[in-house]
Each structure stands twice: as C-alpha cells, then as structure tokens.
C-alpha cells in the first residue's frame, strides 16, 4: 500500500507539547509519513515560560530545499505551523513549490496568538506578511485572534455573532482562495467550536462541543494535525473538522485532573487510542 508523506514546518519545542512534538506523533498514529522542518528550536514554548532559548533556523531552509530537490524528494502534503521569521515565509513558498507532488495538498495554520493578543516575538507586520503567505492555501485554520490581525481588525472577544462570523470567514478565504475553519468560536457560553467555511458551496457549517473552561495551551497543534491527517485520510472536510474537535476534547479531558501541574500542555497520548478507533469506524 503506498503511504501518503506529508511534510510539517514548525519549531521544534523541546519541552511543552506543541508544534512539532505534537504534530509527528499525531500524524505517524494516523498513518502519514511525516517528514519535518524545524523552523526554530526552543527549549519550551513562549506560553507561560520565561527565559527559553530560541535558535532561529530560517538560513538553514534554503539549503533544506535545495537539497532536497536534488534527492528527488516530493510531497502530497504541507502543514505548516509556527514560523521563527518573516523571512521564512518566503523561503517555505519556495520548498512547498519546488517539492510538490501534483495536487499536494497545502494546509496553513498561521499560528501568531491566542485570546487577543499577539505570541512574543510577532508583530503587527508579520501578521500582514502571513496574510500574503496565505495565498494558494488549501485550508487555513486561525482562532479568532489570528483572524482578526490577518483581516488587520479589532479582535472582538467574546462578541462576535453569527453574521460577523460568517464575514470573517468570507473574508479569510478571500485571502486564500480556499477553505477555512475557524476555531475558537461560540455563540453560546456552554458551546465551543469551530466554523467551517466550504469554498466550493459558499456554504458555513458548525461543529461544536461542551465548552471546557480555560485555556490550554497546544491545543491549536493538536487541532490541526488531527484535521490535516484526517483530510489525508479521506475525511471530507467537515468531517475532519470535526473529529479534530472531539480528539481535542478528548485530549483535555484526559488533562483535567492534573491541569495545575500540567498547565504548559495537553495530554493528547490518552487520545490517541480513540483517534485510532475513529479512523477505522
Ligand atoms: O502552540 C503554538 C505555539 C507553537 N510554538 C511556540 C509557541 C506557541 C504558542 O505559544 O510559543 C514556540
């Protein structure tokens, strides 16, 4: 049977359960040949933690690339998440064109920040950068607050309704030419979930979920390599959508008893049992 490869670009956390530590174990239970570039090593994520090391690798992209298209090597995916520089952008449009298989599927989570505001060390122009980046994108899945800085508007918190969704994710397409899911939305205090925006259709569907209190850091990772491995998997799009929501749940509630001292991350490995089941129902 030939395997589906995909290749993911995101830092590599040493410690802290997101991008890359997320991404691989989540995309190898679920089949994909995961081959990876780290954008930039951390010795933790920025959530939370003060005084982590950041080795930025955007020079050593290029030769990555280059060398790689000398091998021959060739993708039916791209995934990418957290990117070190402006800079890299640029030099991942150019891997992604150059190591394509034909019909490669290109999935971009513009992962910038959460509840509001921005991660240390991104601006208002990397934002504006990552919204060109997004160009040709097959799906894109930001929160609310990455949507927000994108489309370069106010984040309205907890406010926004339906019809101002609806916009949003129009709009965001617009961007890409593809599909969206949103994630982060409600409309109701109890519910938390995810709008899904068909290109195709012009269509806007929800998938959501009983909202857990708090906020859990990596879970936009585990989101979104859930939903990319599921689309590889023959999963349509809201489908994939949402079984990305309920392993996410899943994922946090295996961490709830233990969510003080383990504040930094999800314990989506509990999960990966039933991410299994799903995929063969
Ligand atoms: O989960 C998003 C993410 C990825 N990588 C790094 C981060 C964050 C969020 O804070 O700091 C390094």
């Known amino acids: 049977m030939s395997t589906t490869r995909i290749l993911t670009i995101q830092d590599i956390s040493c410690f802290g359960q997101c991008s890359i530590t997320v991404a691989l174990p989540i995309l190898s239970a679920m089949g994909i040949e995961t081959a990876i570039i780290p954008s930039a090593v951390l010795s933790t994520h920025t959530g939370g933690f003060t005084g982590y090391t950041f080795r930025d690798l955007t020079e050593d992209l290029p030769a990555i690339g280059a060398h790689w298209q000398k091998q021959g090597i060739a993708f039916d995916a791209f995934y990418t998440g957290y990117i070190g520089s402006k800079q890299q952008l640029n030099y991942i449009k150019n891997i992604v064109n150059t190591t394509r298989k034909e019909g490669a599927l290109f999935v971009v989570d513009p992962v910038m920040g959460d509840n509001g505001k921005l991660y240390a060390g991104f601006d208002k122009a990397f934002a504006s950068e990552m919204a060109a980046f997004l160009k040709g994108a097959d799906v894109i899945l930001p929160n609310l607050t990455e949507a927000a800085y994108l489309l370069n508007e106010p984040y309205l918190g907890a406010e926004y309704t ?52 708090g906020s859990f850091h990596g879970t936009g990772d585990v989101y979104a390599s859930v939903f990319t491995g599921a689309l590889l998997r023959g999963f349509s799009l809201r489908e994939a959508a949402a079984l990305a929501v309920d392993f996410t749940v899943r994922a946090i509630r295996a961490t709830l008893p233990d969510r003080e001292e383990h504040a930094y991350g999800v314990k989506f490995e509990q999960a990966i049992p039933y991410l299994i089941k799903r995929l063969s129902d």
């Open 162 to 213: 339906e019809a101002q969704t609806e916009s949003l994710v129009r709009r965001l397409s617009a961007l890409s030419g593809g599909n969206v899911v949103l994630t982060g939305v409600s409309f109701d205090k109890a519910k938390l979930g995810v709008a899904i925006y068909e290109r195709n259709t012009d269509r806007v569907h929800y998938y959501f979920e009983d909202r857990i209190e």
